[in-house]
T-cell receptor, first 114, second 116 residues
C-alpha cells in the first residue's frame, strides 16, 4: 500500500516553543521532501532529503531543520516557532529514478503558532 | 530558473461537461517533466498525470488528458465527463531534468467547481 503518513495532523503552539512534525512512507522511496503551503504563495520547498543523513536546503529553509535517520522517516523541526511559520506543511516522497520523480504527498499537518 | 504559471484562478462547469485549464512553464533545460496534481477539499494532494518533455504523445489517464504544446511551453489539463467529485484545486508542476535536487516547482493552482 503506497502511503505517506504525517503526524500530527493539527497542532497549536505558542511562539518560542519547539515543533516536531513527523513523516513516514512505506514505499522505500529514497527521496523525501517538506513543503509548506500558504494562500497566494502556493507550495514552497523547505528541505529535500536524498536518503539517510543526506539533506539539502530547498527554497525557504530559514527557521527549519530536518532529520532523517531511517529511510522511511523524515522529520521537520522548528526550533522556537514563530507566528509566520503558521502554515500547512506537506511531506512527500519519490523514488530516485532517472526518468523523473513523481511526488506522493501526505495528508498535511496544519500548524498554528500563537 | 524554472517557473510555472496558472493564469486561471477559478473555473465553474456543469457536471458531465469538459473542463480545460491552462499552465505555462519556463525552463532553460531541454529535458523536463510536467505534472498535474489535485488538492481536494480535505487538503489531500493527489498525483493525476504526467508528461515527459521528450514524449510527443499527449498523456492520458482515465478521464484526464494533457494538451502538451512544447513550442508554446504549455501543458493544459483536460477533464472530460466531469463529476461533482472533480471539484478541487488543480496544480501544475515541473521538474527540470538536470535539476534533480530542487524537487518540483508548483503553480498557484486553478480552483474547479463542478455543479449539478
Amino acid at each position: 500500500d503506497m502511503k505517506v503518513t504525517q503526524m500530527p495532523r493539527y497542532l497549536i503552539k505558542r511562539m518560542g516553543e519547539n515543533v516536531l512534525l513527523e513523516c513516514g512512507q512505506d514505499m522505500s522511496h529514497e527521496t523525501m521532501y517538506w513543503y509548506r503551503q500558504d494562500p497566494g504563495l502556493g507550495l514552497q520547498l523547505i528541505y529535500i532529503s536524498y536518503d539517510v543523513d543526506s539533506n539539502s536546503e530547498g527554497d525557504i529553509p530559514k527557521g527549519y531543520r530536518v532529520s532523517r535517520k531511517k529511510r522511511e522517516h523524515f522529520s521537520l523541526i522548528l526550533d522556537s516557532a514563530k507566528t509566520n511559520q503558521t502554515s500547512v506543511y506537506f511531506c512527500a516522497s519519490s523514488s530516485s529514478t532517472p526518468s523523473g520523480n513523481t511526488l506522493y504527498f501526505g495528508e498535511g499537518s496544519r500548524l498554528i503558532v500563537v | 530558473a524554472q517557473k510555472v504559471t496558472q493564469t486561471q484562478t477559478s473555473i465553474s462547469v456543469m457536471e458531465k461537461t469538459t473542463v480545460t485549464m491552462d499552465c505555462v512553464y519556463e525552463t532553460q533545460d531541454s529535458s523536463y517533466f510536467l505534472f498535474w496534481y489535485k488538492q481536494t477539499a480535505s487538503g489531500e494532494i493527489v498525483f493525476l498525470i504526467r508528461q515527459d518533455s521528450y514524449k510527443k504523445e499527449n498523456a492520458t489517464v482515465g478521464h484526464y488528458s494533457l494538451n502538451f504544446q512544447k513550442p508554446k511551453s504549455s501543458i493544459g489539463l483536460i477533464i472530460t465527463a466531469t463529476q461533482i467529485e472533480d471539484s478541487a484545486v488543480y496544480f501544475c508542476a515541473m521538474r527540470e531534468g538536470n535539476n534533480y535536487a530542487q524537487g518540483l516547482t508548483f503553480g498557484l493552482g486553478t480552483r474547479v467547481s463542478v455543479f449539478p
